[in-house]
C-alpha cells in the first residue's frame, strides 16, 4: 500500500502565501504522477494541480494558474504545492494523490489518497 501524508495548511488572510507538502511512503513504483485537488465545504473535489514524473510537465486548473506551482522532490519522495496570492475562495481541503505511470488531472485516474490539510484564507 501506499501512504501520502500532508502537512502545510493554515489559517492565512488574504494574499498570503503557504507551501504544502505531501510525503509517499510504503509501495514504490518506477514512475508515478502526482496531484493536488481540494474540495471546499458544500462542494465537489475539483483539481487543481499535476505533476509527472520527471517534474518537466505540470498542469494546472484555470483558477489557480499563475498563483501556485507544483513541484516534486523524487528523492524524498515528496510533493509541493505553493500557494500564492491566496484568496478566500481558495479555502478548502486540499489533498495530495498519486497514481502509477503517466500525468493525469481527473480525480478518478488516481489510486491513492492523502486525508487532506485544511487551507483556510480570511479577507
Known amino acids: 500500500q501506499v501512504q501520502l501524508v500532508e502537512s502545510g495548511g493554515g489559517l492565512v488572510q488574504a494574499g498570503d502565501s503557504l507551501r504544502l507538502s505531501c510525503a509517499a511512503s510504503?509501495?514504490?513504483?518506477?514512475?508515478?504522477?502526482m496531484g493536488w485537488f481540494r474540495q471546499a465545504p458544500g462542494k465537489e473535489r475539483e483539481f487543481v494541480a499535476a505533476?509527472?514524473?520527471?517534474?518537466?510537465?505540470?498542469y494546472y486548473a484555470d483558477s489557480v494558474k499563475g498563483r501556485f506551482a507544483i513541484s516534486r522532490d523524487n528523492a524524498k519522495n515528496t510533493v509541493y504545492l505553493q500557494v500564492n496570492s491566496l484568496k478566500p475562495e481558495d479555502t478548502a481541503v486540499y489533498y495530495c494523490?498519486?497514481?502509477?505511470?503517466?500525468?493525469?488531472?481527473?480525480?478518478?485516474?488516481?489510486?491513492?489518497w492523502g486525508q487532506g490539510t485544511q487551507v483556510t484564507v480570511s479577507s
Open positions: 505533476i509527472n514524473w520527471s517534474g518537466a510537465s505540470t
Open positions: 494523490a498519486l497514481r502509477p505511470g503517466v500525468v493525469r488531472t481527473s480525480e478518478y485516474e488516481y489510486d491513492y
Open positions: 510504503g509501495r514504490t513504483f518506477s514512475i508515478y504522477a
